[in-house]
């Protein structure tokens, strides 16, 4: 079972009013109860899946009903369960914080479960850096578990923007001998895209993560000289594996760009492409072409 699975499911909000009152409580302690993303539908209405089950249910009794609706007011088992599956969407689909505030989210919740009240926006934050803090701690100490660990690494610039990002990740097989892949960093980059530099960043993430350079076995890295000298630097030479994907990509590109008539047609191509991208009118004129010729759009 990876990492993020175990969290997802182990890690509830069983103790996360104490973790409020008590800020030194370590995040591995923070719930023990097994989190349940079952239908909501099926809770509220059994009798919705008696004709699926082969066997009749218990009928529930009168306290026990009340038990039921009693749990999804805030602070509830039923309550923390359904919230920390919406944690999980968050986290998961990579949604923003605001989604909470939003009048189709709330719509939901009052249609599926009038009962149940949504966190609000800063609710969630919180109840999502507790769940990173949790997964880090897990993180950190099946690292320190393992005997043999590789690295990537590679420098990231975001598209339209001058911000550069150094991205390291941890491969290693967990004790059960699956292979485990974690991101454990995307520091941005703040000074020069010297080896150096960058052979101190990796030194500060690994020594966040307890990872210790006996443990890394290799880091794999693309062909450039400031990354290849930062391997060097850090770990010392002969561990550094170049990237097969970018050697061939580089390779090919290469092979590519001595073919002259190939290399002219994708020029041109891209003159045409960068034409109609640029202009309206263009754009129009060659839609209806397409449609003319019964072509629907972005088909060619």
Do not use: W
């Not at 103790?15 to 349940?36: F, V």
């Not at 290693?172 to 699956?178: I, M, S």
């Amino acid at each position: 079972m990876s990492i993020i699975q175990s969290v997802s499911e182990e890690h509830s909000l069983g103790s996360t009013d104490k973790h409020e009152k008590n800020s030194s409580s370590t995040p591995d302690k923070l719930g023990e109860n097994t989190l349940n993303t079952g239908s909501i539908i099926s809770f509220l209405c059994p009798a919705s899946t008696s004709s699926v089950a082969s066997t009749p249910k218990k009928q529930v009794t009168i306290p026990e009903f009340i038990d039921k609706l009693s749990s999804i007011n805030e602070g509830g088992d039923r309550h923390n369960e359904i919230t920390q599956a919406l944690v999980y969407m968050v986290c998961r689909d990579n949604m923003p914080f605001s989604c909470v505030e939003k009048r189709g989210l709330q719509h939901f919740c009052k249609v599926a479960l009038p009962r149940y009240k949504p966190p609000t926006r800063k609710r969630l934050t919180y109840l999502v850096e507790l769940k990173y803090s949790a997964t880090i701690a897990l993180l950190r100490k099946a690292l320190c578990d393992v005997d043999q660990v590789a690295l990537t690494s590679d420098i990231l610039t975001v598209t339209n923007s001058s911000r550069s990002f150094l991205v390291v990740t941890a491969h290693f097989l967990n004790c059960e001998g699956e292979l485990e892949s974690c991101y454990l960093s995307a520091e941005r980059i703040t000074g020069p895209h010297t080896g150096v530099h960058i052979s101190a960043m990796l030194t500060n993430i690994t020594s966040d993560f307890c990872i210790e350079k006996c443990q890394i076995q290799s880091i794999t890295t693309d062909g450039g000289s400031n990354m290849l000298a930062a391997v060097n630097l850090f770990i010392g030479e002969g561990k550094g594996v170049r990237c097969v994907a970018h050697l061939i990509n580089t390779l090919v590109n290469g092979v590519l760009k001595d073919i002259k008539p190939f290399s002219q047609l994708c020029d041109n191509i891209k003159s045409i492409v960068t034409f109609f991208k640029q202009s309206v009118k263009a754009m129009d004129a060659l839609r209806a072409e397409q449609e003319m010729d019964g072509k629907k759009k972005g088909r060619s």
